[in-house]
Nanobody, 115 residues
Framework: QVQLVESGGGLVQAGGSLRLSCAAS????????MGWYRQAPGKQREFVAR???????YYADSVKGRFTISRDFAKNTVYLQMNNMNPEDTGVYYC?????????WGQGTQVTVSS
């Protein structure tokens, strides 16, 4: 059984920062390919960032230079540091894990950026 639990969402003003956490448990760990996606109201879920099993990182163009994905093997947790946020970053943020060609999702955490 795989469990991904996000935390750290909330309300922040434009220009502010938040750090999201995704605690992994069960038959998945953060050495697997892990990522963050988000879904704004009325829009499809979109890719935000990914860290591969080798440690390579990838970002959506809209967040490059502002967001950083990282992982802590000891805590089996993936993080998304979000800086210089803007209202377009508002949405539900989902943690994603990929293991053995299977995709797993957390329940999501709400992030709201006020202007």
């Amino acid at each position: 059984q795989v469990q991904l639990v996000e935390s750290g969402g909330g309300l922040v003003q434009a220009g502010g920062s938040l750090r999201l956490s995704c605690a992994a448990s069960g038959s998945i760990n953060v050495a697997n390919s892990m990522g963050w996606y988000r879904q704004a109201p009325g829009k499809q879920r979109e890719f935000v960032a990914r860290i591969t099993s080798s440690g390579s990182t990838y970002y959506a163009d809209s967040v490059k230079g502002r967001f950083t994905i990282s992982r802590d093997f000891a805590k089996n947790t993936v993080y998304l540091q979000m800086n210089n946020m803007n209202p377009e970053d508002t949405g539900v943020y989902y943690c994603n894990g990929n293991r053995a060609a299977q995709n797993y999702w957390g329940q999501g955490t709400q992030v709201t950026v006020s202007s």
